[in-house]
């Protein structure tokens, strides 16, 4: 049922764009993005849902296919303050149950 | 305001003690979660409650037990603990509510020897 993220881990040049993706195998109402730094605790970045609406960060997008049943984070002109691991979280019963994927480790160089 | 507060944020427990992680909420949310993180393994749902009164289990439920004390309070017990449950865990709460995001406390670094 945990998601599955893509790539595991990538490193980026500062100013460069990366996408990670996330896949789950059951439907979802909604889809989650978090980041969280090392030692930290997981922040929220954007939310998804069924019909279209987001709501998030302003310099990060993300779509949202509910027919694939998937979800792609777009980071674009990368920062190093975006290196961390991200996380999808999903909502696949409607509940508000949320489960998160397995991570996607982002480093960003100078 | 102080979010999600967990205690304690480490401990050292010996193969077969019991201990309860306390969660508290300020933000006046419906839901609570507990997760725990292993590396590689992202963040796994222990037990989750929907509302005041109700819990549920979560992806990996065996070992713990959950109680929903009121709407600020969730707390997640291991009767018997074992090494494999060394783990850092992390409290969340939501409005519970469509396009509500989850807000994390800052982790329990539990380490079962």
């Known amino acids: 049922q945990q998601p599955v993220q893509s790539p595991q881990a990538v490193i980026l040049r500062e100013g460069e764009d990366a996408v990670i993706n996330c896949s789950s195998s059951?439907?979802?109402?909604?889809v989650h993005w978090y980041r969280q730094k090392h030692g930290e605790a997981p922040v929220f970045l954007m939310i998804l849902l069924k019909g279209g609406e987001q709501k998030g960060h302003e310099k990060i997008s993300a779509s949202f296919n509910e027919k694939k049943q998937q979800s792609s984070l777009y980071l674009t002109a990368s920062q190093l303050s975006y290196s961390g691991t991200y996380f999808c979280?999903?909502?696949?019963?409607?509940?508000?149950?949320?489960?998160f994927g397995t991570g996607t480790r982002l480093k960003v160089l100078a | 305001n102080a979010g999600v507060t967990q205690t304690p944020k480490f401990q050292v427990l010996k193969t077969g003690q019991s201990m309860t992680l306390q969660c508290a909420q300020d933000m006046n949310h419906n839901s609570m979660y507990w997760y725990r993180q292993d590396p590689g393994m992202g963040l796994r749902l222990i037990y989750y409650?929907?509302?005041?009164?109700?819990?549920d289990k979560g992806e990996v439920p065996n070992g713990y037990n959950v109680s929903r004390l009121n709407k600020r309070e969730f707390s997640l017990r291991l009767e018997s603990a074992a090494p494999s449950q060394t783990s850092v865990y992390f409290c969340?709460?939501?409005?519970?509510?469509?396009?509500?995001?989850?807000?994390f406390g800052q982790g329990t670094r539990l380490t079962v020897v």
């Open positions: 979280g999903t909502d696949p019963s409607g509940t508000y149950k949320y489960i």
């Open positions: 059951k439907a979802l109402y909604s």
């Open positions: 969340a709460s939501s409005f519970g509510l469509d396009g509500t995001e989850a807000f």
């Open positions: 409650s929907a509302s005041e009164g109700t819990t």
